[in-house]
């Protein structure tokens, strides 16, 4: 979400949907009992912004969000750096990274289910299983992109590997690292509320399967709305972190695909 | 080095790693007591059981046809969105807020608002994957239309390209690698959301099988309902990737010789 000249127009496209979704059950074309009025929607949201619960379950979300990220990215920086600075690695992990991404990680849900029931660990697990890719993949590309005269240079130099990884790999590395924690942030999120919705870890993904299951169908759209506004804060947050981090990087880079 | 040779090394570096890791589990399960962890051969032996039987109609059939439609439908809607939306400033100002709000909606949330309004059929569960499917296509689709050359589209204009001929030659194919980006992150979402949408709520499918599996402790079972929705993906991925490397074999050649040559 880039602020440029077209940004009121941007606001009117999103007054018209919010009108149409007004509109729509007002004029009786869709059921309201199958989608309720916008406004009935915000009084609704409104009303459980007042309770403890809709908090703790936002907080609960936000947290295994969090914590699976930072994990996912931690892991998949070191490893990817570790894994891309040695060719003879390299080449022998590859197949098995490009075997084991692919696997959805809800294919690793009645496991989660299993091992952890519904604690945060089973959130966790598909969190991190998925992002972690996202990180890794970006990072191997970027060690990748070293300049071999700068490693050289570093190397004739007399740099010791740690100085190498300090001064030439992660300069390089570190615009293809923030391009994966974005897409890991929002890969995290959609795992951690499919966790919260499918195992019923607590968090809101809880909240709009417990709506729907008691016919709650307003308190189910005004969640689903919380859930993408988060959705979009974490795209937010990606964008400014990653602008933040690279203000010294002048090159507009093309992502490597993941 | 011969090139017997290095086809050789290469085939060891590709299979050794896997090959080492399943015989690691192979004989670090083979005496397991766990119950969560049965031996690697139990798994194999109830995999052909399990999969090579009717339930490969019955309920990994049905989830690939899902998949396939919704996937399918989603692209064609994305890039039919996409382009005119593209193709216009004004519409791009209008609709990008929208659609980058509809993009952050976590897809799997979808599957109980679609459930009120199609049950809990084939037709909710396609529904959900379009939905979750066709953001990035169609965000894509529109950047793609959006960043196509201006030198060549003045170009097609006075040669007198226009219509179908220029949107088939100029357009669609000016931002098909962008439309392919977006369809390899659709294809993942779509198996989740097709695994996602049968564990909610279902009769049949994959993950409706594996969920079933895991609640009465059949836990062989379960581990091969794993194995097998881990080898669709790889299938899948490969599948798309030799798809894309077929449809797009002339963007990466001319990438190539931009880059001097060098195989990237």
Known sequence: VRLRSGWGRGLAGLAALCLLLELVPRLGLVSPRYLPPFSQIVAELAERAAQPDFWSALLDTLRGWAVGLLIAVVAGAILGIVIGSAAPLRAATGSTIEFLRPIPSVALVPLAVLLFGTDLRSKLLLVVYASFWQVLIQVLYGVQDVDPVARETARSYGLGALSQVRHVTWPTTLPYLMTGIRLAATVALVLAITAELVIGNPGLGREIAVAQSSGAVAGMYALVLVAGLVGVAVNLLARVLERRVLFWHSSVRGEAPA | ?264
């Open chain 2, 1 to 264: 080095m011969t090139a017997a040779a290095r086809l050789a090394r290469r085939t060891a570096l590709a299979l050794g790693l896997p090959l080492a890791l399943l015989a690691l589990w192979w004989v670090a399960s083979a005496d397991s007591e766990s119950f969560y962890l049965p031996p690697l051969r139990r798994i194999l032996e109830t995999f052909a059981d399990v999969w090579l039987s009717a339930r490969l109609a019955d309920d990994v059939l049905p989830s690939l046809l899902r998949l396939a439609v919704g996937y399918l439908a989603a692209v064609a809607l994305g890039v039919a969105v996409g382009v005119p939306v593209g193709a216009s400033r004004t519409v791009r100002d209008l609709a990008e807020p929208v659609l980058e709000f509809f993009r952050a909606i976590p897809p799997p949330v979808m599957v109980p608002i679609l459930i009120l309004f199609a049950g809990i059929g084939d037709a909710m569960k396609v529904l959900v994957i379009v939905f979750g499917c066709i953001w990035p296509v169609l965000l894509n689709t529109v950047e793609g239309v959006r960043a196509i050359d201006p030198v060549l589209e003045e170009t097609a204009s006075s040669y007198g390209i226009r219509g179908v001929a220029r949107l088939r030659h100029l357009v669609l194919r000016g931002a098909s690698p962008q439309i392919f980006t977006g369809m390899r992150q659709s294809l993942s979402i779509g198996i989740i959301l097709m695994v996602i949408s049968e564990m909610f709520a279902s009769s049949n499918g994959l993950g409706f099988t594996i969920i079933q599996f895991q609640r009465g402790f059949a836990i062989p079972e379960m581990w091969s309902g794993i194995i097998l929705l881990g080898l669709l993906g790889v299938l899948l991925s490969l599948l798309f990737q030799a798809v894309e490397g077929r449809a797009l074999a002339w963007y990466h050649s001319v990438r190539r010789s931009h880059q001097g040559g060098d195989a990237p």
